[in-house]
T-cell receptor, first 114, second 111 residues
């Protein structure tokens, strides 16, 4: 049973390009969460999704960022027109919908904007 | 709203020293509590958890006890190793399905 799979592991984009980050949750997990981590800093919540629904996007920047978790396929975090300040590690996590369980995290995508 | 407060790091210890990383929380309900560890260049891994008051979570020599009266979940280890050097995150999960994280505490263990 594979864990949470994120790809790519590393992504380099030029300013103004689009970045698409993918996350396949653990089998049986229907809740997906995206976090951003700047170097030497903690985790910043971005968005919480269930299949075909955005549950909480209070941490998402209002512009250029979007997320989806379609009925089929992985969850996608999309950053349009990237800027240098978007350079960070982006982590995806999944869980079953029960407070007794924590999240299972992926290894992250490290985005570098040049 | 829910919140988690951890002691600020870095915490620097010599090998075989005793470790305590303090964590206190604020929650409206009866949360589950977690400690996660992040090694350099990796994602977060669940280290241990406790789901109700007075429960003790333990793993790899680490322990933490859910103290409702002091709203705390301090992480302890009797004898740290160099390989324990990492960032440790305390977190809680309440009925709303969201994990609330503390700011993380970096531990550096020197040989």
């Amino acid at each position: 049973n594979a864990g949470v799979m994120q790809n790519p592991r590393h992504l380099v984009r030029r300013r103004g390009q689009e970045a698409r980050l993918r996350c396949s949750p653990m089998k049986g997990h229907s809740h997906v969460y995206w976090y951003r981590q700047l170097p030497e800093e903690g985790l910043k919540f971005m968005v919480y999704l269930q299949k075909e629904n955005i549950i909480d996007e209070s941490g998402m920047p209002k512009e250029r960022f979007s997320a989806e978790f379609p009925k089929e396929g992985p969850s996608i975090l999309r950053i349009q027109q990237v800027v240098r300040g978007d350079s960070a590690a982006y982590f995806c996590a999944s869980s079953p919908g029960d407070r007794l369980y924590g999240y299972t995290f992926g290894s992250g995508t490290r985005l570098t904007v040049v | 709203g829910d919140s988690v407060t951890q002691m600020e790091g870095p915490v620097t210890l010599s090998e075989e020293a005793f470790l305590t990383i303090n964590c206190t929380y604020t929650a409206t309900g009866y949360p589950s509590l977690f400690w996660y560890v992040q090694y350099p260049g990796e994602g977060l891994q669940l280290l241990l958890k406790a789901t109700k008051a007075d429960d003790k979570g333990s793993n790899k020599g680490f322990e933490a006890t859910y103290r409702k009266e002091t709203t705390s979940f301090h992480l302890e280890k009797g004898s740290v190793q160099v390989s324990d050097s990492a960032v440790y995150f305390c977190a809680l999960r309440d009925a709303g399905n969201m994990l609330t994280f503390g700011g993380g505490t970096r531990l550096m263990v020197k040989p």
